[in-house]
């Protein structure tokens, strides 16, 4: 894996050494890291990014839990204005070795994610949480969108309806 073929926020552990020490991980975004995600996501800044994962299972078959936390600031749909959100996902995704599942069409199973050469990236994990805990439609706290007053009846049919009664 290339930095350029993974995405801005990588970091690959091996599996087997995580799953001996039985502690927690913690992974945190740097800031350059951070922008990067911010581009990618559209998004006018992350203050902060982390993730904490629990990792069960074996070698061959892994379960990841935990939490990702985020600090972003999004743009209001509503008003163009930036503003701070916080996003906090939980993190339950299964890892199996690469071949475990070869020939499966991916229709017919739920597939689990690869352990590439006894890796697998948290960082990525953790980026990808953060874009699925994103609101497609930020509105900033107590923003309402308010229609455009309507100019009475006046629409493309007012004027066949007005030709209609003048023949009757």
Do not use: W
């Amino acid at each position: 894996m290339t930095p350029d073929s993974v995405g801005p926020f990588s970091r690959p552990i091996l599996v087997e050494r995580t799953l001996k020490a039985g502690q927690p991980v913690t992974v945190e975004a740097t800031e350059e890291e951070r922008a990067a995600l911010a581009r990618d996501f559209g998004l006018p800044g992350i203050a902060r990014l982390a993730g904490t994962f629990r990792l069960s299972g074996s070698l061959h078959r892994l379960q990841v839990a935990g939490t990702v936390e985020a600090a972003v600031t999004q743009t209001c749909v509503v008003t163009l204005e930036p503003f701070d959100a916080t996003v906090t996902e939980e993190v339950d995704v299964d890892f199996a070795a690469q071949d475990a599942f070869a020939g499966t069409p991916a229709e017919d199973a739920d597939i689990p994610d690869p352990i590439v050469n006894g890796r697998i990236d948290l960082g990525s994990l953790a980026a990808e949480f953060l874009a699925l805990g994103l609101d497609p439609y930020p509105r900033k706290p107590g923003v309402a969108f308010e229609p455009p007053a309507e100019a009475g009846e006046e629409t493309p049919f007012a004027a066949l309806r007005d030709l209609g009664s003048r023949d009757g």
